[in-house]
Each structure stands twice: as C-alpha cells, then as structure tokens.
C-alpha cells in the first residue's frame, strides 16, 4: 500500500471506531440516582377523652385491629397478631377508656378486678404497683391470673379435684392510667389452654409485655400545651364523641 494512503486509512478506521463506540455508549443503559427510602408508615391506635386529651399508642408491626367494644363511657379496642381471627384469638392488646372517669389509677384496676371475677371462679392477682410516667401521669399495674375462665353457660371447663378440663385459661398484665378527662385501662392477654397452679407465661415475657404497654400514653392537643406528636393531628382530628376511638397511619 502507498505510504501516501496510510494516513487516509487511520482517519477512516478511527472514523469507523468513533461511530460504533458512539453505539455502544448509546446503548448502555443510564443508571438511576439512588432515591432516598421514604420513611415507612406506621399505625397509630388513639382514644379520645373529653375535650382536648387523648390516648396515643404506637403499634407494633404484625398487630392488627379485631374489634371493638363500645358501653359508654368505656370504649375497648382489640388488637390482635395479624394471624390470629377476631373470636379465636390467643394473644391481644386491649386499649380502653373510660370517659369522664377521673378515679385515681389504684381504684381503676378494682374496678377491672370485679370484672374479671365475674369470668373467673379463681381469680389471682399479684402485688399492687404504683408509680408515674415520664410525662407525669399517675399509674398502677396489676397482674392477673385465671387458671380457667368461665364460658357461656357458667362452668369453668374444670372436672375433679385439681384436674384441668378443656377450658380456657388467662393471664392479663393491667395498667391502669389516671388522665385529667379519663381513666385508662391498657392489658396485654395471654389465653391458654386451662392450667391448674404455674402462670404458663414466663417472666421474660411479662417484661416484654410491660415495654408493649408503656408505649402509650395521654397527651393533649389545645393551642396552650399541646403534647400531643404533630404527626398525629390530621388523625385525631378524625375522632369525636359518637366514635372515640381509631387507627390511622402516620409517618
């Protein structure tokens, strides 16, 4: 070849390898800019009190709303492990309020007593704890056991002397909360088969139920101390005194 037509061939060649390189490149897919995660949406369980107070409770993931129970003035929400049914449950929250009940917390959890007594032949119940919450509001707790609740025709499910039937038995952990519109009654269950004498809930579970209950608490929303979350105003604006009670998703 004529040294002459080697530099026409080298602009042709680069020529050739600029256009299929241009190809290439155009071919290559752009590669998206990370996006920044948004912040996952969480359930709020609320209770309304008279005027501006209310009762928040974070739920935790997996936790559902079954049903709810309204005698005025107590109102009773059940939330349930999402794979559990609404009448056969094993394990639940129970997130109650009392209206315009101001008794001090100690006087909430007798009252709570005569109830259970009424479903239980054997009622159990542990020491009294009295207390205060961060934000300053009085507590009490209680632990309640029920070796076999009483079902719908008065029996216990108990046949013989110490010998455990096919009932049902219960274990209830009770915090009591002294609002200043409200008394509220916060229980995390545990329904067991009948048991005769051990609690078939251990201590570390119990403990895992105390940090479940304290999630919640009171908190006001008027224009002079509003302790309430701002995230949670659209929702609460959502309640009133015919439904006193919801659950909305915030972020």
Do not use: N
Request: with cysteine; proline share 7%.
């Amino acid at each position: 070849m004529p040294a002459a037509a080697l530099p026409i061939l080298a602009v042709l060649l680069a020529a050739s390898w600029g256009a299929l390189g241009g190809a290439l490149v155009s071919a290559v897919p752009a590669v998206a800019q990370a996006e920044t995660p948004a912040t996952p949406l969480r359930s709020l369980a609320a209770l309304k009190a008279d005027g501006p107070e209310f009762y928040l409770h974070p739920l935790e993931q997996g936790w559902i709303w079954q049903a709810v129970e309204s005698e005025p003035p107590h109102h009773v929400m059940t939330f349930t492990p999402e794979d559990q049914s609404q009448r056969g449950w094993t394990d639940a929250l129970l997130l109650g309020v009392r209206r315009g009940d101001r008794r001090p917390p100690q006087d909430l959890l007798a009252w709570a007593e005569r109830q259970l007594a009424t479903q239980c032949r054997d009622l159990r119940r542990s020491g009294l704890e009295q207390g205060e919450t961060a934000d300053g509001w009085a507590e009490a707790w209680r632990l309640f056991s029920c070796p076999s609740r009483r079902v719908a025709d008065g029996s216990t499910g108990q046949v013989g002397s110490g010998q455990v039937g096919g009932g049902v038995g219960e274990i209830r952990l009770l915090r009591a909360v002294q609002g200043e519109r409200a008394g509220y009654l916060i229980a995390r269950v545990w329904r067991r088969p009948a048991f005769a004498a051990d609690s078939p809930i251990g201590q570390q579970e119990i403990q895992l139920a105390r940090s479940l209950l304290t999630a919640g608490d009171p908190c006001l929303r008027d224009s002079l101390r509003s302790t309430c979350p701002f995230y949670s105003s659209m929702g609460l604006a959502a309640l009133d005194d015919a439904k006193p009670y919801g659950v909305f998703d915030v972020r």
